[in-house]
């Protein structure tokens, strides 16, 4: 394990929940690194949008090595979400893992969602797991299961299955993106990992989740999808000749200045 894969793995303590805001560009990534954040993610719906390819059909294997190559020099540590690894193929996954680690990234996000809208077999979600973790040892291997998240019949019993499965298979941390907020406290009783959920506008801050016993709170797509709706709010403003009731804009060389270095 390299200082910074165990430097990531520090962060993630049980009970004191890691806030992990996600990125989508150098821009956005130097910024919240230049906010004081030791640990940045990258969001699939973000980078896919930026690229203009559709998010969760596996069509951004490239744009995330080159976004990983891009910001390899700033000082954050680096988790990518990966969606299902971009293969079915569990030695394919981890060789995939092993060029982005080369780039510095420190961990990744394995998802079983499938572009159809189902869970792949958990047998395969598995091996992916197991793939990565002998192929790459050392780096953060978060296993997330779509089965809230897609809303899959009776989630609970085939997220607790999952989330046994992933665990044996060597994973390092466990999300469940809209799991219930009242089911938390028991998968992180059931994870016996550190337990990663998806921020929630309106639901339980970082106290309450960290009281919890989560380890990490994911911005996911929020933040893309607010910077988006922030153009839209202001380009409709000055095109109606109103104020835009907007935070002030970071100065133009403030922004300039992140990719100077």
């Excluded at 091996?127 to 780096?139: F, N, S, T």
């Amino acid at each position: 394990m390299t200082d910074r894969t165990a430097a990531f793995h520090a962060l993630h303590q049980p009970g004191r929940s890691l806030l992990l805001p996600n990125a989508w560009d150098h821009a956005s990534a130097a910024a919240l690194a230049a906010r004081g954040y030791p640990a940045v993610g990258t969001t699939s719906l973000g980078v896919a949008a930026a690229a203009g390819k559709p998010d969760g059909t596996g069509a951004t294997r490239s744009e995330n090595l080159d976004l990983a190559r891009r910001l390899r020099d700033l000082p954050v540590l680096l988790t990518v979400d990966i969606e299902d690894g971009f293969d079915d193929d569990p030695a394919a996954v981890a060789g995939y893992v092993a060029e982005l680690a080369a780039l510095g990234a420190v961990g990744v996000n394995l998802e079983d969602g499938r572009p159809d809208g189902t869970l792949a077999p958990v047998e395969l979600a598995a091996a992916k797991i197991a793939a990565v973790r002998e192929a790459v040892p050392g780096l953060f291997v978060n296993a997330r299961t779509d089965a809230w998240w897609l809303g899959v019949p009776d989630p609970l019993p085939a997220g607790l299955e999952r989330i046994a499965a992933y665990r044996a298979a060597g994973a390092d941390g466990l999300f469940v993106p809209g799991a219930p907020d009242d089911t938390v406290g028991m998968l992180v009783a059931e994870a016996g990992l550190p337990l990663n959920v998806l921020h929630r506008p309106g639901g339980p801050d970082l106290a309450a989740l960290g009281r919890l016993g989560v380890a990490r709170v994911s911005t996911g797509s929020l933040l893309f999808r607010a910077a988006l709706g922030a153009a839209l709010h202001l380009a409709d403003a000055v095109r109606a000749g109103r104020a835009a009731g907007l935070p002030a804009a970071p100065e133009y060389a403030w922004v300039r200045d992140l990719s100077a270095g």
